[in-house]
């Protein structure tokens, strides 16, 4: 079993910068797909970012490509999304998610239903 902890959300203006970081319990992390969903108000749950167990792969949503980038340290147990550029419609709140696809190390998945392990959430607030 994994548990999850997403720390790093808050308030930043438009244009601004925001790292999300998520720590995650147990000494198998590197085996687990991470991912990265968010969910504003009145809005269904959507995808945003998925890295593989190994962290060689990585896939965006378009909506994020070339300003939000996920990564993984695993000797650290926590993988992070490095949020640039925000926009007013990226505020959300932000879900850490874990995927057990073994025992590919290079899977990814962008499907939340592949996801069995989900953190509370962090609250991203951008301001225009």
């Known amino acids: 079993q994994v548990q999850l902890v997403e720390s790093g959300g808050g308030l930043v203006q438009a244009g601004g910068s925001l790292r999300l970081s998520c720590a995650a319990s147990g000494r198998t992390f590197s085996s687990y797909t991470m991912g990265w969903f968010r969910q504003a108000p009145g809005k269904e749950r959507e995808f945003v970012a998925t890295i593989s167990g190994s962290g060689s792969v990585t896939y965006h949503a378009d909506s994020v490509k070339g300003r939000f980038t996920i990564s993984r340290d695993n000797a650290k147990n926590t993988v992070y999304l490095q949020m640039n550029g925000l926009k007013p419609e990226d505020a959300a709140v932000y879900y850490c998610?874990?995927?057990?696809?073994?025992?590919?190390?290079?899977?990814?998945?962008?499907?939340?239903?592949?996801?069995?392990?989900w953190g509370q959430g962090t609250q991203v607030t951008v301001s225009s």
């Open positions: 998610a874990a995927a057990d696809l073994a025992p590919s190390i290079v899977a990814v998945s962008a499907n939340e239903d592949e996801y069995a392990y």
